[in-house]
């Protein structure tokens, strides 16, 4: 018979411990809100946000069936697991779209100031992380 035991331990300072994954993302997603912006045009003509996914992974992902993608997203961001990679191109859709959706309101009726251009987070905590 096999015996098997877990315990539970506290990380310290956890916030710390994660702050470089966390910025290394937001940097990602910054990256691909710049790519989302500059494909919109075709973006917006897809109407499932997994065709959305998967049009700016064919657009930045190098693998053997896309040998030149568009954008440079690997030497930049190299080892950058599928599934961060994939959630990081959801949220940066999503903010662009809310974006184009909210500017295209201001243009109809511009009351208050104009929407500004998305960011992928608080850019104070970018900064704990170690980047600018």
Not at 37 to 60: P, T
């Amino acid at each position: 018979m096999k015996i098997m035991t877990t315990y539970k331990t506290k990380i310290r300072d956890s916030h710390r411990a994660l702050a470089n994954t966390v910025g290394i993302y937001r940097q990602a997603v910054e990256f691909l809100i710049g790519v989302a912006l500059e494909e919109w045009n075709a973006l917006k003509e897809i109407e499932r946000s997994l065709g959305k996914q998967r049009a700016i992974e064919c657009a930045i992902h190098y693998t053997k069936s896309n040998p030149c993608p568009k954008y440079d997203f690997d030497s930049r961001f190299g080892k950058f697991p599928s599934y961060l990679r994939r959630a990081a191109i959801t949220e940066a859709v999503g903010k662009v779209s809310s974006y184009k959706s909210n500017y295209a309101n201001w243009e109809g009726n511009p009351q208050g100031k104009e929407p500004g251009l998305p960011v992928a987070g608080y850019h104070e905590l970018n900064r704990v992380a170690g980047s600018t």
